[in-house]
């Protein structure tokens, strides 16, 4: 496996940043996970804009134009045969000579890419669903930007883990927000529902391709301002998307059964519309 660290290539487990890399201190870093469907990237545009807002969001200088970017993903991609794979992408605000909390003039950001094997989904969850609890939203404010400071979702996970579920809904000021590394969907009284972007909310790559998909196949949808844990009680169908996980079925929340137990008939319907896309 190759991977790419500050411009150059080298094998994965050669690969190495300092200790006083600020993205290993205080999580001073943004990262992107694409997914890669025989060799080509769904939507890089899409997640290589997302990053350089991240960047700009925590005054990180972006280390490469868009072109140079490509260039480097596409070796990479190639260094590690193509086929179905997630990218991961990393960028730091680089390794000062010293701790300290106060950003440091001139520093070179850290870049880290490597690739992982995208497995293909379980059959398993795709038709039974998966289980997903709620959870207080822990995690600071600023969840448009794509940070490695990850630990409320780390913990929330686990949490759901314990549980026996695979993801937690962040809930928070009454309303639920997205899961520790997916967006939320609904379909309540026939209806499509996400909740609509805000502070607390990743605008995910997968949840804009779930939108417009329903926008041209003319399935009714909405962003909403609130939804209430009690209003995704009442869920005929319940989704967590990501680039991972594509559209994953919600069938039990917090134990009890969603709809009728079973993957519903809007994500039959999204997930092959999904699925088309991405090996378009
Ligand atoms: N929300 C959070 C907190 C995430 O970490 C992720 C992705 O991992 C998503 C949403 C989904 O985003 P995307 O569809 O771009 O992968």
Same mark, same amino acid.
Request: contains cysteine; proline residues 5%; charged residues 25%.
């Given at each position: 496996?190759?991977?790419?660290?500050?411009?150059?290539?080298?094998?994965?487990?050669?690969?190495?940043?300092?200790?006083?890399?600020?993205?290993?201190?205080?999580?001073?870093?943004?990262?992107?996970?694409?997914?890669?469907?025989?060799?080509?990237?769904?939507?890089?545009?899409?997640?290589?804009?997302?990053?350089?807002?991240?960047?700009?969001?925590?005054?990180?200088?972006?280390?490469?134009?868009?072109?140079?970017?490509?260039?480097?993903?596409?070796?990479?991609?190639? @260094?590690?045969?193509?086929?179905?794979?997630?990218?991961?992408?990393?960028?730091?605000?680089?390794?000062?000579?010293?701790?300290?909390?106060?950003?440091?003039?001139?520093?070179?950001?850290?870049?880290?890419?490597?690739?992982?094997?995208?497995?293909?989904?379980?059959?398993?969850?795709?038709?039974?669903?998966?289980?997903?609890?709620?959870?207080?939203?822990?995690?600071?404010?600023?969840?448009?930007?794509?940070?490695?400071?990850?630990? @409320?979702?780390?913990?929330?996970?686990?949490?759901?883990?314990?549980?026996? @579920?695979?993801?937690?809904?962040?809930?928070?000021?009454?309303?639920?927000?997205?899961?520790?590394?997916?967006?939320?969907?609904?379909?309540?009284?026939?209806?499509?529902?996400?909740?609509?972007?805000?502070?607390?909310?990743?605008?995910?790559?997968?949840? @804009?391709?779930?939108?417009?998909?329903?926008?041209?196949?003319?399935?009714?949808?909405?962003?909403?301002?609130?939804?209430?844990?009690?209003?995704?009680?009442?869920?005929?169908?319940?989704?967590?998307?990501?680039?991972?996980?594509?559209?994953?079925?919600?069938?039990?929340?917090?134990?009890?059964?969603?709809?009728?137990?079973?993957?519903?008939?809007?994500?039959?319907?999204?997930?092959?519309?999904?699925?088309?896309?991405?090996?378009?």
């Amino acid at each position: 496996k190759t991977a790419f660290v500050n411009g150059e290539f080298l094998p994965l487990e050669n690969a190495r940043v300092s200790v006083l890399d600020r993205g290993f201190l205080f999580s001073d870093s943004v990262y992107e996970v694409v997914p890669f469907y025989a060799g080509r990237g769904f939507r890089l545009n899409a997640h290589l804009e997302r990053l350089e807002r991240s960047l700009a969001l925590l005054r990180i200088v972006n280390p490469y134009e868009r072109t140079r970017w490509h260039e480097i993903i596409a070796e990479l991609i190639e @260094a590690n045969g193509g086929g179905d794979l997630a990218l991961y992408i990393q960028v730091t605000r680089g390794a000062p000579e010293r701790r300290d909390h106060r950003i440091p003039e001139d520093i070179e950001p850290t870049v880290v890419a490597f690739c992982q094997s995208r497995a293909p989904v379980d059959p398993a969850v795709l038709e039974q669903g998966i289980a997903a609890i709620t959870h207080e939203d822990t995690r600071w404010r600023y969840c448009t930007i794509k940070s490695t400071s990850l630990l @409320a979702n780390v913990l929330a996970a686990d949490d759901a883990r314990s549980r026996g @579920a695979s993801e937690a809904l962040m809930v928070r000021d009454g309303a639920v927000q997205e899961g520790t590394s997916s967006n939320v969907f609904a379909v309540i009284d026939r209806r499509l529902v996400t909740p609509a972007l805000r502070d607390t909310i990743l605008p995910g790559i997968t949840r @804009a391709a779930v939108l417009e998909l329903a926008e041209r196949d003319v399935i009714d949808h909405a962003e909403i301002e609130t939804l209430s844990p009690a209003a995704l009680r009442s869920a005929s169908e319940i989704w967590v998307t990501s680039s991972i996980r594509e559209i994953f079925p919600v069938t039990t929340l917090d134990g009890e059964t969603v709809g009728t137990g079973k993957p519903g008939p809007v994500w039959t319907r999204m997930q092959t519309a999904l699925q088309a896309m991405a090996h378009d």
